[in-house]
């Protein structure tokens, strides 16, 4: 598969502290989207991006969480006070984001663990 | 209903035994991806389809978007073929890649 990166792998983080993920996209790929997976079950969209800008995110994103591509070779997603609820997998993909090109290839994710 | 429905929500298959995966579609999809995620929870993809069937190796996956249905077919299982595997579909004139719930499959020696 192609080669999009997150780091770290593993975070451990307490509760009410702040935490981030970086993703860095294949490249040449326009479009960014993160997704969060719980235990091993569906992956729920976060965010997706669009030539660096956010086209569209989930509520929980806009209110508890920071999520920039600041160039378009890295994209980091952010929580900013860290709750129980948020231990999860966080999956960060990207694809050419033009017509048939639409195929997204995945990062190895991010494990959170919110104690 | 769900957009993406998956089906079944678990499996256990023998060594060697053959069996399908399903997603229906609650509209029409453009196209669909098949993944497997390993005990590491790494996403591969197996298949990106646009229409018709596609092949590689023991696995084959089949779109229709007009009867709004997706499969994945594996023969001769085999132990590494155990993990998750998830159907991915993205509507017309849409972006956001809509996922299935999974199947867990168990590959039994």
């Known amino acids: 598969d192609a080669a999009v990166t997150q780091k770290p792998r593993y975070l451990i983080k307490m509760k009410g502290q702040e935490a981030e993920m970086k993703c860095i996209p294949e490249?040449?790929?326009?479009?960014v989207f993160w997704y969060q997976q719980k235990q091993s079950k569906e992956l729920k969209f976060l965010i997706y991006?669009?030539?660096?800008?956010?086209?569209?995110q989930i509520d929980m994103v806009k209110e508890r969480f920071s999520a920039v591509c600041p160039s378009s070779s890295l994209c980091s997603l952010g929580i900013r006070t860290c709750e129980a609820e948020d231990s999860a997998l966080y999956l960060c993909?990207?694809?050419?984001?033009?017509?048939?090109?639409?195929?997204?290839?995945f990062g190895h994710g991010t494990k959170l663990s919110v104690l | 209903g769900m957009p993406v429905e998956q089906n079944p929500p678990a499996l256990s298959l023998y060594e060697g035994a053959d069996s399908g995966l399903r997603c229906n579609f609650s509209?029409?999809?453009?196209?669909v991806q098949w993944f497997q995620q390993n005990h590491r929870g790494r996403l591969i993809t197996l298949f990106y389809?646009?229409?018709g069937t596609k092949e590689n190796g023991r696995l084959k996956s089949t779109f229709n978007s007009k009867e709004r249905y997706s499969t994945l077919h594996i023969k001769d299982a085999q132990l590494e073929d155990s993990g998750t595997y998830f159907c991915?579909?993205?509507?017309?004139?849409?972006?956001?890649?809509?996922f299935g719930k999974g199947t867990h499959l168990h590959v039994l020696p």
């Open positions: 991006f669009q030539n660096q800008q956010p086209l569209d």
């Open positions: 991915a579909a993205e509507r017309a004139n849409a972006y956001k890649v809509i």
């Open positions: 993909s990207s694809s050419q984001g033009t017509g048939d090109n639409e195929r997204l290839f």
């Open positions: 389809l646009a229409q």
């Open positions: 490249k040449g790929h326009t479009a």
């Open positions: 509209t029409t999809m453009k196209s």
